[in-house]
């Protein structure tokens, strides 16, 4: 009788037993799935866009954005251009190819290649930068550039959105761009060489995978780079309207 009772009592722990090592196998399974980097991938276009000028200028414009990869490391290939469609030629052409990886919870960290078609000769750069979300909700992309000819240059791009309502958005950015060294070649004098200062009033159609937009847009060379401009026969500002879209896929 005591052999029996002894027998029942070790069934029972061994079954205990069993089935915490189950549990707890479970929850490192479980554990172990949401820690799993998952490969995501896609394409978002942030401006895409006509626009005319105070000097009646009409220009193709579009920034976007080519990414794959996981939380812990993305590969992203970057087109920014400009199209002069009353000259039939391009203004400027600039991609890059980054890798990019978090630093913390609201920043990530960049560095890659970067080739531009500017007027003028070709240019290469190595690039590292930051990009995220700083206080306040700003979102800021700062970049460090060291060109193929020795150049270093630095960018930053700051932007904040205000929402009227869920669907009908404000975005307001500013873009400026400074060169450590001249670069007469490409029309670059050292100091601060441009900004851009935007604003676009937008329309979400499709939950923020297509929203159209309307805007106005404020360009101006600084310093040596607006006297380059204007050796150039070019101006140094310019006012432009501004129509088109944002989409994801």
């Keep these: 009788m005591i052999t029996m009772k002894l027998l029942g009592v070790s069934f029972f722990f061994a079954t205990t037993s069993a089935s915490s090592v189950l549990s707890a196998a479970e929850l490192i399974k479980d554990e172990t799935d949401r820690n799993k980097s998952f490969i995501t991938w896609g394409a978002q276009v942030e401006e895409f866009e006509y626009r005319y000028s105070d000097d009646d200028e009409e220009l193709a414009v579009w920034n976007a954005d080519l990414f794959y990869g996981t939380d812990e490391l993305k590969v992203r290939l970057l087109s920014k251009g400009e199209y002069s469609l009353t000259e039939d030629k391009y203004e400027g052409l600039e991609n ?22 500017p007027n003028g ?101 600084y310093g040596d780079s607006a006297d380059l401009a204007v050796d150039e026969g070019n101006s140094t500002s310019n006012w432009l309207g501004v129509l088109g879209a944002r989409f994801v896929f």
């Design 121 to 221: 000769p070709d240019r290469a750069y190595a690039v590292a930068g930051i990009s995220g979300l700083a206080p306040q909700w700003f979102e800021v992309d700062a970049n460090l550039f060291l060109s193929d000819e020795g150049n270093w240059s630095s960018s930053i791009d700051v932007e904040y959105e205000v929402l009227f309502t869920n669907y009908l958005v404000l975005t307001a950015n500013l873009d400026a761009t400074a060169a450590f060294n001249e670069d007469s070649e490409i029309g670059v004098g050292e100091g601060l060489v441009s900004t851009e200062t935007g604003l676009r009033l937008s329309y979400d159609v499709v939950d923020r995978l297509f929203s159209p937009y309307i805007g106005v847009v404020y360009e101006r060379k």
């Design 96 to 117: 890059q190819i980054v890798g990019q990886i978090p630093i913390s919870s609201f920043f990530d960290a960049k560095a890659g290649v970067r080739f531009d078609s």
